[in-house]
């Protein structure tokens, strides 16, 4: 028996409590829905059975997918008016902090805001750059914000797929802003910038270091460039900063849809400057809708993506197959050690793959 002093000691005559009901029990077990269910739940803004589709999408189930599908067309028959924003920027640049910033800014306009993440380390590591802090705190809880962090998956291509899909979800459901972020390390900036109507790159005040690693496809990629963590002592090398990142966008030819990229001032911490770009993507916007761009942009997006969808199934029905799963252990043996060439077994297991009869 615990010393009656300790904070532990059990008080005397303490009932212990009955056992929990399992009628009760069996309430709060997550139930299953129909596909129907789930399109008019994501549609009257139930924010569980979004949730749970978007949960769906990133199964790897076979029977979660086929569910997937459909509450995915369904939705993507829904109208809406939605602009989708890609945010990208090297780990520190203060990507999260500008993100909270911004969502805080247009739900005061009276907007609602959805947050998705593609996260390239979480494929090269199985850690995360993006998610192992808690990012976002206002934003994650707030009754107009939906804040989703990357899926895991083992490939890039197969996330991105997943992430795309997810925004078609959150437009059924009435968000009018997607936000895409994503760290600028790697192939992933491409990636989103293949599912977004702008594209924002978030960049430090120390232009020396050269666009910071970033690649010079991404910089081309920018719709605008914000030069951020503009604020206290920062501030007059974020001025020649921003010169210098106006004087690099000039090198590139003019965009798509005549829109002239620029670089601009801005403080996800002090908010400075962040009116000014929702402002700028206001005006692409209207001027991109006006001349039919937006329109051509989307369309050919759902081009590239129905490619992309094409190479992911024919990868995924050759990596199963039976008889080229048969054969690729030796063939693979047999290229480590020189005995025939890459080219060469690349084409006995694509024969494999082509001729085989079930
Ligand atoms: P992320 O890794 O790109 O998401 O960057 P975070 O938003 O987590 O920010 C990284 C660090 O920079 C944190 O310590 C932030 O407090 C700081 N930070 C973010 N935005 C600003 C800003 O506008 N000004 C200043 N001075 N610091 C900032």
Redesign the pocket.
Known sequence: MKDKKSALHISEGTENPGTFDPKLLQKFKRKKHSVEEYVEGIMGGDRILLSQAITLIESSKEEHQAAAEQIVAACLEQPHNSIRIGIT??????????IESFGKLLIEKGLKVAVLAIDPSSQLTHGS??GD?T?MQDLSVHPSAFVRPSPAGDSLGGVARKTRETIFLCEAAGFDVIIIET?GVGQSETAVHSMVDFFLL?LLPNAGDELQGIKRGVVEMADLIAV?????A?MSQAKLAKAQYQNALHLFPPKAGGWIATAEL?????AMGIDLIWEKIGEFKSSMQANGHWQQHRAEQSKYWMHESIMQHLKDLFYHHPAVLDKMQAIEQAVEEGKISSFKAAKILLDTFLNYEL
């Open positions: 920027g090297s780990p520190g640049v203060g990507k999260s902090t500008f750059i993006l802090k990012r760290v978030l951020n963590k503009s604020d206290g920062a801005c403080s996800g911490l002090s």
